[in-house]
């Protein structure tokens, strides 16, 4: 009987933590979906993505940038090279709102997907099953930043050179 009381408050107290958790329910979705893509990429023999700050500040930037767009079809933009980069007029602009030197930026990449409501499962396989997969699965990358807004999810990942280390100018050795 004790245990079975024990039990019922654990699962208040659950119900109650998971309650007061709501507003922070953008972290769970990153969290949900940087373990999908690392399961993705241990399957592949890629070492996982870690969480990269400056690059998450630029994912947020560039989603709240790109929240009106409407979804295109299959929710994967079609461009002839994967990231938005060359649409976003003010991306340097953004980029320095970061505190992040655009020389670091260029061997990195920016991936979005429009999946209405950002259905998680969905969202994951627009990454894993669609032409992203090979950069989402490229030892070449090491970090990543999710942002998340309206419709849209953007990633942006990061290498571990200078050219995609998204550090700020002054940061000469945090690649090395
Ligand atoms: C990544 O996926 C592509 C197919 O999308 C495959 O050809 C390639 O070998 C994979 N790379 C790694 C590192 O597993
Ligand atoms: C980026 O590199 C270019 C060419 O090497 C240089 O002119 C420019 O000042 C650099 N930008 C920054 C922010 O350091
Ligand atoms: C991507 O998301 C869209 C919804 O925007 C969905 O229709 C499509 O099936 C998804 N594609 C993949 C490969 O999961």
């Given at each position: 009987m004790l245990s079975v009381r024990v039990g019922l408050t654990t699962f208040l107290v659950t119900h109650l933590i998971l309650l007061l958790s709501v507003p922070v329910l953008g972290d769970d979705e990153r969290d949900y979906l940087l373990q999908g893509l690392n399961s993705?990429?241990?399957?592949?023999?890629?070492a996982p993505l870690q969480m990269h700050d400056k690059a998450g500040c630029l994912a947020d930037k560039i989603a709240d940038e790109i929240q009106d767009r409407p979804c295109p079809p299959g929710g994967v933009p079609t461009t002839t090279s994967p990231g938005i980069r060359p649409q976003l007029t003010n991306y340097p602009a953004l980029v320095k709102e970061c505190n992040?030197?655009?020389?670091?930026?260029?061997?990195g990449v920016i991936l979005p997907v429009c999946v209405p409501k950002r259905v998680a499962t969905l969202v994951l396989t627009n990454y894993t099953l669609s032409p992203y997969s090979a950069s989402v699965n490229s030892t070449k990358y090491t970090g990543?930043?999710?942002?998340?807004?309206?419709?849209?999810?953007?990633?942006?990942?990061?290498?571990?050179?200078?050219?995609?280390?998204f550090a700020s100018a002054a940061c000469f050795t945090c690649f090395v």
């Open positions: 993705y990429r241990r399957s592949q023999g890629a992040i030197d655009i020389n670091n930026t260029l061997d990543v930043g999710i942002g998340l807004e309206d419709d849209w999810t953007v990633l942006v990942l990061t290498t571990n050179t200078a050219a995609g280390s």
